[in-house]
């Protein structure tokens, strides 16, 4: 029986491939012995006991059974410390103890031998089990050697065992001291030996398209930009492809694409880079969750997004785009042939979308960028310069930074922030302090509480001791319902937006009515801020990412959805809403291929409910979130 390579050293370590050898065949004098190359030996002819048990345990060593092979070597070391042949028993003992799964055994006994002794097998199998121990550094110094002349003889293993574990080992290795180009090639090398089999051949496809995977798209293009064997090119064809279309050059990406594609099929792979022959600029694509856990967020992101498409042209004709939608919670019997980031592939393919909204997916992100789709992400991060994503949501960072850059400017020179001890929270304090700093200012105090406590008489005692004109409270809303009147018991009240007189004299602690500017990112703002503690935040700045305030900016957006919806819109309405306009501004303007939207929203400024979107070389937003303020029983939009 047969045993694959990879099952058998690679993966499980726990059989080696049978070659049938009888007992009478090994050899004792005068013959090459079963020592992976080791010259002619004579047996010691006054240790005949000897002679035996090397004839015993080699024998074992050729059967599919590493346990008996183990057991009669360790024998014959032990009973025969001095024998002529220990250097080959080593070798044999070692070749069992991979075969088991037991690298640190076989590194153990392989460095037993004397250095004189060691022959071209012995580095060979040092380096397969210095490769399964993590030492990847020193796996490839001593394989490398053999990857021009091929491996030496292993005792039993067959003609094509040996060069299908070298590629495997030295492959992996590669992968992981930083040679992933070079450890594709060693899997090219693996699927070109002769008698390797198909379902080996399609395991070291999938290894050299899991390497590939982790290629930046730039360092694709560079490796491509000499010539390489058609298999490597086929793997590394599609993250090239992106690249380019990352860039703009989407003459290049097509080249490319359609040379990658034919390669593909010559190699009997799935072309899967084709990209949609066409697109139609009127349609409009959208990835959300519709099933799962997240379902309810999908539901919310098409409400913004369907008043986009209900809006008229500007001849005020009906609008004649089209909103394709797929689930991109999809379950795996559903996601079809693109498996996870489905959606995504589904909408660039099947669907010729120009560009696409939707939840953030790492497979989808790359699926989108082989196609150079512009892909607006509702996400707080950046997707890197090298994918065709842009973060739609300001990072929380960022609002932070933007009320301590208001406050700086409204006067205000020495800080305290009231927040939470999570690690959002502190990440919030964090950008906070930087940005304080930068501008002149000072933070006196950072007081923490229980994530999620509902009493704070021992951390307002605290500010009471402290002289400071603006506090910032890095919480949500509902924190701030309670923050507000725990304040006033100790008689410190906002203070409205407005310069500063004498920024010093709000410095020092008093006994009476204290007015400081009270900051806070106040996430998932609503109406319920006001019923409840409406007295006790008149003045508060708040930058929650969008609130739907009755101004120029939002106020039509707000009537259409209250008509529409009965209710306010919400924050991820709101990116919903902005995240389809871009995209359609964008055709609005004259893009009519995905990569006039990519240079367009690359480069351009699109007024937004969540502020005038921009985007920064790692398409990042960079435009600044927008602020409100506390003004009566509204919440207003601060200029």
């Known amino acids: 029986m047969r045993i694959g390579v990879l099952a058998a050293f690679l993966l499980t370590g726990c059989a080696t491939r049978q070659v049938q050898t009888r007992q009478d065949e090994v050899p004792l004098t005068g013959e090459r012995l079963p020592d992976s190359g080791a010259a002619e030996v004579r047996l010691a002819r006054e240790d005949r006991g000897g002679d035996a048990d090397f004839r015993t345990a080699a024998s074992k060593a050729f059967a599919a059974d590493p346990t008996a092979a183990r057991a009669a070597l360790e024998a014959f070391l032990a009973n025969h410390p001095d024998h002529r042949q220990r250097p080959a028993a080593l070798a044999l003992l070692a070749r069992a103890q991979l075969a088991s799964g037991d690298a640190a055994g076989a590194k153990t006994t392989l460095e037993k031998a004397d250095t004189g002794a060691r022959t071209p097998d012995f580095d060979f ?11 990847h550094v020193l796996a490839v110094t001593l394989l490398r050697p053999f990857l021009a002349s091929g491996p030496p003889r292993i005792g039993s293993l067959s003609d094509a065992e040996a060069p299908l574990l070298l590629r495997a080992a030295a492959a992996e290795a590669l992968a992981e001291t930083g040679d992933p180009v070079a450890a594709i090639e060693q899997w090219d090398q693996y699927r070109s030996v002769d008698e390797a089999r198909e379902h080996e051949r399609a395991y070291a496809r999938r290894r050299a398209e899991e390497v590939a995977e982790k290629i930046p798209g730039e360092a694709a293009l560079s490796a491509l930009s000499v010539p390489r064997a058609p298999f490597v090119r086929a793997v590394l064809g599609a993250h090239a492809v992106a690249a380019l279309r990352a860039r703009g050059d989407e003459a290049s990406a097509v080249r490319l694409e359609q040379d990658v594609g034919l390669i593909r099929r010559n190699l009997g792979l799935d072309p899967g880079l084709q990209a949609a022959a066409s697109v139609d600029p009127l349609r409009l694509g959208l990835a959300v969750p519709q099933s799962g856990a997240q379902a309810r967020l999908g539901e919310v992101v098409l409400r913004g997004a369907m008043l986009v498409m209900a809006e008229p042209t500007a001849s005020g004709d009906p609008s004649s785009y089209q909103l394709m939608v797929r689930d991109s919670d999809a379950p795996a019997e559903r996601a079809g042939s693109a498996g996870v980031g489905g959606a995504a592939w589904s909408l660039s393919r099947e669907e010729s979308v120009i560009g696409l909204l939707g939840a953030p997916n790492p497979r989808g992100i790359e699926l989108a960028a082989r196609d150079g789709v512009p892909f607006l992400l509702l996400d707080d991060h950046s997707p890197g310069a090298r994918t ?25 020179r020495r800080f305290v922030v009231l927040g939470p001890d999570s690690p959002s929270g502190k990440r919030l304090a964090g950008a906070f302090k930087i940005a304080v700093v930068a501008g002149g200012g000072a933070l006196v105090a950072h007081i923490t509480y229980v994530a999620g406590a509902t009493s704070f008489s021992a951390q307002v005692s605290e500010l009471r001791k402290i002289g400071f004109d603006a506090l910032f409270v890095p919480d949500e809303a509902t924190r701030l319902e309670l923050i507000g009147p725990a304040l006033a018991v100790a008689d410190i009240w906002p203070r409205r937006p407005r310069l500063l007189a004498a920024p010093s004299s709000a410095t020092a602690p008093t006994a009476g009515r204290r007015e400081v500017l009270l900051l806070s990112t106040a996430l998932s703002l609503s109406q319920k801020l006001l019923r409840n503690a409406e007295r006790y935040v008149q003045g508060a700045m708040l930058c929650p990412g969008y609130y739907p305030a009755e101004d120029a900016r939002s106020g039509n957006f707000v009537a259409r959805f209250r008509e529409a919806y009965g209710t306010n819109p919400t924050a991820v309405d709101a990116y919903g809403y902005d995240g389809l306009a871009i995209l359609r501004g964008a055709v609005d303007r004259g893009a009519r291929t995905r990569a006039d939207v990519l240079r367009l929203v690359g480069s351009g400024r699109f007024e937004g409910m969540t502020g005038d979107i921009r985007f920064g070389p790692d398409h990042g937003r960079i435009d600044p979130p927008l602020i409100y303020f506390v003004e009566g029983d509204s919440i207003r939009l601060l200029r």
């Open 125 to 135: 199998l040092l380096g397969i089990a210095y490769g399964r121990l993590g030492n």
């Open 388 to 412: 065709t994503a842009f973060q739609l949501i300001h990072a929380p960072e960022s609002r932070a930074i933007a009320l301590a850059q208001r406050a700086l400017a409204l006067g205000a």
